[in-house]
């Protein structure tokens, strides 16, 4: 199977930065888009940021200008640094990925998300 470990979250005040990572590992044959998603309590999962495996971005525009995403293909790491942090982007943060694991099979992974929590 497959698995996808995050890392990076936290406790920091408005303004302030934070860097998540996400490894992947496990049988993988390569790896398609890799995104981050959040969710706020009593909010619905909504995509962050996603990255294509040529380095094609995508954002959410509430997050334009302020986080970046990128990946390390021979890793298997996809990272989200989030500058600019504000209190509405307190939320679990959660990691996916689109893995192919055989030449017919490809199936999206979740990881186990991360709390980030912006306050003063």
């Known amino acids: 199977q497959v698995q996808l470990v995050e890392s990076g979250g936290g406790l920091v005040q408005p303004g302030g930065s934070l860097r998540l990572s996400c490894a992947a590992s496990?049988?993988?044959?390569?790896?398609?888009?890799m995104s981050w998603y959040r969710q706020a309590p009593g909010k619905e999962r909504e995509l962050v940021a996603d990255?294509?495996?040529?380095?094609?971005?995508n954002y959410a525009d509430s997050v334009k200008g302020r986080f970046t995403i990128s990946r390390d293909n021979a890793k298997k790491t996809v990272s989200l640094q989030m500058n600019s942090l504000k209190p509405e982007d307190t939320a679990v943060y959660y990691c996916n990925a689109d893995v192919r694991t055989t030449l017919t099979r490809i199936s999206a992974y979740w990881g186990q998300g991360t709390q980030v929590t912006v306050s003063s």
């Open positions: 990255i294509t495996s040529s380095g094609t971005t």
């Open positions: 496990g049988r993988i044959v390569t790896i398609h888009v």
